[in-house]
T-cell receptor, first 116, second 111 residues
Framework: GAVVSQHPSRVICKSGTSVKIECRSL??????MFWYRQFPKQSLMLMAT?????????EQGVEKDKFLINHASLTLSTLTVTSAHPEDSSFYIC????????????FGQGTRLTVV | EDKVVQSPLSLVVHEGDTVTLNCSYE??????LLWYKQEKKAPTFLFML????IEKKSGRLSSILDKKELFSILNITATQTGDSAIYLC???????????FGQGTRLTINP
């Protein structure tokens, strides 16, 4: 199956700093990637849709200035959590689907962010 | 607003039991329904269902979709402790690749 690689898998940062998370499709091209957030014992909540070469589309309630998304190529999307606060601590996970195929979404391994 | 609802939210059974997990949905432009298993990190794909009435099977797991009544079930027979996980149901859409997830069912299999 297709592989999506996400890094880092775990990061601890201080309040007020920014953290960048990368999501790469390793063996396919993805014009669209998705970023989800998961709180403990809860389901995945879609944060935003990352579109290659254009602005991301954010879900209602997600601050676009706080969660910066860049999708500069067909295989890479990045999520930057700016001015992180402890309440941003969560599990962030990306997904992608090969262009033109009606297949399941492939997920990265996820990033556990802890803001101290 | 698109909604995906799973039940039960939590389930505890003994090893060897059979369980049925439910997923109902109310969405526009439905394309397919997907089941995932999540243990510690990324969800693992189980099934994708697009047509009504066609059961998909993989070992002790099976799933079926009813597009008239807008629901799907995931069955696990002869459960094992390794089946303990969160089971996620998600819906995909025509013309869009995003997924909307249900709340998940936390399944615990006791020895």
């Amino acid at each position: 199956g297709a592989v999506v690689s996400q890094h880092p898998s775990r990061v601890i940062c201080k309040s007020g700093t920014s953290v960048k998370i990368e999501c790469r499709s390793l063996d396919f091209q993805a014009t669209t990637m998705f970023w989800y957030r998961q709180f403990p014992k809860q389901s995945l909540m879609l944060m935003a849709t990352s579109n290659e070469g254009s602005k991301a589309t954010y879900e209602q309630g997600v601050e676009k200035d706080k969660f910066l998304i860049n999708h500069a190529s067909l295989t890479l999307s990045t999520l930057t959590v700016t001015s992180a606060h402890p309440e941003d601590s969560s599990f962030y996970i990306c997904s992608a689907t090969p262009v033109g195929l009606n297949t399941e979404a492939f997920f990265g391994q996820g990033t556990r962010l802890t803001v101290v | 607003e698109d909604k995906v609802v799973q039940s039960p939210l939590s389930l505890v059974v003994h090893e060897g039991d059979t369980v049925t997990l439910n997923c109902s949905y109310e969405v526009t432009n439905f394309r397919s329904l997907l089941w995932y298993k999540q243990e510690k990190k990324a969800p693992t794909f189980l099934f994708m269902l697009t047509s009504s009435g066609i059961e998909k099977k993989s070992g002790r797991l099976s799933s079926i979709l009813d597009k008239k009544e807008l629901f799907s079930i995931l069955n696990i027979t002869a459960t094992q402790t390794g089946d303990s996980a969160i089971y996620l149901c998600a819906v995909s859409f025509q013309g869009a690749q995003k997924l909307v997830f249900g709340q998940g069912t936390r399944l615990t299999i006791n020895p």
